[in-house]
């Protein structure tokens, strides 16, 4: 069973900056592919990007050109780098992973409990 703790998440402005992590309990971090998504009030739940064991990014076209997935595997750590950040932005955001990778479709047999972004214009 792998295990995902999100951190990072809080409130800002308009244009502001986050950086959220996740960490997995396990030692095959490297092997997994691992996403980010996220859910608003009233929202399905969307993938915002993903990256594969060998640094393979993709990010759903909301969010290209402002955020960056990157993976430390010494660290064995996810991160999600938001820059830009708008209104819209404002959800609950997620840690997934699996050894199959699923893109940005939320078929992600592991998941994280969620840390909260509000952006307030």
């Known amino acids: 069973q792998v295990q995902l703790v999100e951190t990072g998440g809080g409130s800002v402005q308009s244009g502001g900056s986050l950086r959220l992590s996740c960490a997995p309990s396990?030692?095959?971090?490297?092997?997994?592919?691992m996403a980010w998504f996220r859910q608003g009030p009233g929202s399905e739940r969307e993938g915002v990007a993903t990256?594969?064991?060998?640094?393979?990014?993709r990010y759903a076209d909301s969010v290209k050109g402002r955020f960056t997935i990157s993976r430390d595997n010494a660290k064995n750590t996810l991160y999600l780098q938001m820059d830009s950040l708008k209104p819209e932005d404002t959800a609950m955001y997620y840690c997934?992973?699996?050894?199959?990778?699923?893109?940005?479709?939320?078929?992600?047999?592991?998941w994280g409990q969620g840390t909260q972004v509000t952006v307030s214009s």
């Open positions: 997934a992973a699996d050894s199959v990778g699923w893109f940005l479709s939320p078929r992600y047999k592991y």
């Open positions: 396990r030692y095959i971090y490297s092997q997994l592919y």
């Open positions: 990256i594969d064991s060998g640094g393979v990014r």
